[in-house]
Nanobody, 125 residues
């Protein structure tokens, strides 16, 4: 079992930055790939970024490339999402997930076994 707890959400003006954290319980954290997804009101949950469990390969949605960075600290059982140059369209609830899959599977919610409770990010114009 892996339990995930997000933190770091909040309200920020357009152009600002936030860093989300996702702390995981359990000693097998380093065995899981981690992903960030987001869900805006009335929309489906969409892929944002993912990082592999081993060498730290990363992947991003086109909408956040060059602005967001995902990274992990296995010693702290934590994955982060650094969000820069935020836009109003980035407003959503952000969720982290843990997966045993790799590569393009990480872009789909179907391949994640564990989810956090979500963190609200609101970007004002």
């Amino acid at each position: 079992q892996v339990q995930l707890v997000e933190s770091g959400g909040g309200l920020v003006q357009a152009g600002g930055s936030l860093r989300l954290s996702c702390a995981a319980s359990g000693r097998t954290f380093s065995s899981y790939a981690m992903g960030w997804f987001r869900q805006a009101p009335g929309k489906e949950r969409e892929f944002v970024a993912a990082i592999s469990w081993s060498v730290g390969n990363t992947d991003y949605a086109d909408s956040v490339k060059g602005r967001f960075t995902i990274y992990r600290d296995n010693a702290k059982n934590t994955v982060y999402l650094q969000m820069n140059s935020l836009k109003p369209e980035d407003t959503a609830v952000y969720y982290c997930g843990a997966s045993v899959y790799v590569s393009d599977y990480l872009k789909s919610t179907a391949y994640y076994a564990y989810w956090g409770q979500g963190a609200q990010v609101t970007v004002s114009s």
